[in-house]
């Protein structure tokens, strides 16, 4: 298993139109992919989850992999984070 933290930077949090983004990402890849905010856990590859976090600016985020393409997974949606402009 491979995790990051992510500090989210955008004024708006994970709002949305990047949490859809987050999701496709995830989608691509057979690894498990969890979003960890506040104590909370929910699967990346769902838009409900991770809407449901409510994560705002300012905060620091873990996101996991676990899988045959774990790296792959978390590098492409590190490329999402920063591309949106998640985080810094």
């Given amino acids: 298993m491979e ?5 989210i930077v955008a004024e708006t949090g994970i709002h949305a139109r990047p949490a859809t983004l987050l999701v496709q990402a995830a989608s691509k890849f ?14 990346l590859k769902s838009i409900m989850g991770v809407m ?18 774990e790296a792959d997974a978390l590098s492409a949606i590190a490329e999402t984070m920063s591309a949106e402009g998640l985080t810094d």
Avoid: P
């Avoid at 449901?52 to 393409?69: M, R």
């Fill in 3 to 7: 995790s990051r933290e992510f500090h």
């Fill in 30 to 43: 057979s690894s498990n992919v969890t979003l960890s905010y506040q104590g909370k856990d929910v699967n």
């Fill in 52 to 69: 449901s976090l409510g994560v705002g600016q300012n905060v620091d985020v873990k996101i996991s992999a676990e899988g045959d393409d």
